[in-house]
């Protein structure tokens, strides 16, 4: 093989890995944008409903925001996440596997503490031409299930706004009920004897 074919071969390694690299930085801005959209709406309507002195929220606003709050996080949580952990371990994968074959080509190979994590990712070294496993080493065809640390960060932060949201209404809710139990002017009957006026008047009959 003559340096121009290795010189090609190189150029074409580092526009493949750097082709991975921008798709992972690409999904990753997507994924932060969905989910800062989805805190700054549930942040909007806690703040909204705290706001909206005007509006009196009933125990149907209570469900229907708690119902509309859970699709939203199962949609969120069972298939938008999973979806992108998928993809990014895709991509990651494919960025070593590039990576390891421009490294051979190159001569020069990372030492093995700064090297991928031991994640059974496919390299040069465990693969064949045809991009089937060849035996060495772990078996990169599988992979990991669950949901990345930052995912199920950023699923905590959403499960979290929504609670401020629903549990905005519900206080509103509450303090209506507070104020209609307690309302100036109502009159309780103790006994028969006692008669007790919320305007601090307290007659004996």
Same mark, same amino acid.
Request: proline content about 3%.
């Given at each position: !093989?003559?340096?121009?074919?290795?010189?090609?071969?190189?150029?074409?390694?580092?526009?493949?890995?750097?082709?991975?690299?921008?798709?992972? =930085?690409?999904?990753?801005? !997507?994924?932060?944008?969905?989910?800062?959209? #989805?805190?700054?709406?549930?942040?909007?309507?806690?703040? *909204?409903?705290?706001?909206?002195?005007?509006?009196?929220?009933?125990?149907?606003?209570?469900? /229907?925001?708690?119902?509309?709050?859970?699709?939203?996080?199962?949609?969120?949580?069972?298939?938008?996440?999973?979806?992108?952990?998928?993809? *990014?371990?895709?991509?990651?994968?494919?960025?070593?596997?590039?990576?390891?074959? #421009?490294?051979? @080509?190159?001569?020069?190979?990372?030492?093995?503490?700064?090297?991928?994590?031991?994640?059974?990712?496919?390299?040069?070294?465990?693969?064949?031409?045809?991009?089937?496993?060849?035996?060495? /080493?772990?078996?990169?065809?599988?992979?990991? /299930?669950?949901?990345?640390?930052?995912?199920?960060?950023?699923?905590?932060?959403?499960?979290?706004?929504?609670? #401020?949201?629903?549990?905005?209404?519900?206080?509103?809710?509450?303090? =209506? !009920?507070?104020?209609?139990?307690?309302?100036?002017?109502?009159?309780?009957?103790?006994? /028969?004897?006692?008669?007790?006026?919320?305007?601090? =008047?307290? @007659?004996?009959?």
């Amino acid at each position: !093989m003559n340096g121009d074919d290795v010189t090609w071969q190189v150029e074409a390694y580092s526009k493949l890995a750097e082709s991975a690299r921008d798709r992972f =930085k690409s999904r990753r801005e !997507m994924e932060w944008r969905v989910s800062l959209a #989805l805190w700054s709406a549930f942040g909007a309507g806690f703040v *909204g409903v705290l706001t909206a002195r005007s509006w009196e929220p009933s125990w149907w606003d209570i469900l /229907g925001a708690f119902a509309l709050s859970s699709i939203i996080i199962c949609i969120y949580a069972f298939a938008w996440l999973p979806y992108l952990h998928d993809r *990014g371990q895709r991509e990651i994968h494919q960025g070593i596997y590039w990576e390891s074959h #421009l490294q051979n @080509k190159l001569g020069i190979h990372l030492p093995q503490y700064a090297g991928p994590p031991a994640n059974n990712c496919a390299t040069a070294a465990n693969t064949n031409a045809d991009g089937s496993f060849n035996g060495e /080493g772990s078996d990169p065809r599988k992979l990991h /299930g669950g949901l990345h640390r930052a995912l199920w960060l950023q699923l905590s932060v959403t499960i979290f706004f929504a609670c #401020l949201f629903v549990g905005a209404i519900s206080s509103r809710v509450a303090f =209506k !009920m507070t104020n209609e139990t307690t309302a100036p002017g109502s009159r309780v009957l103790i006994e /028969g004897n006692v008669e007790i006026d919320s305007v601090s =008047k307290i @007659k004996t009959k």
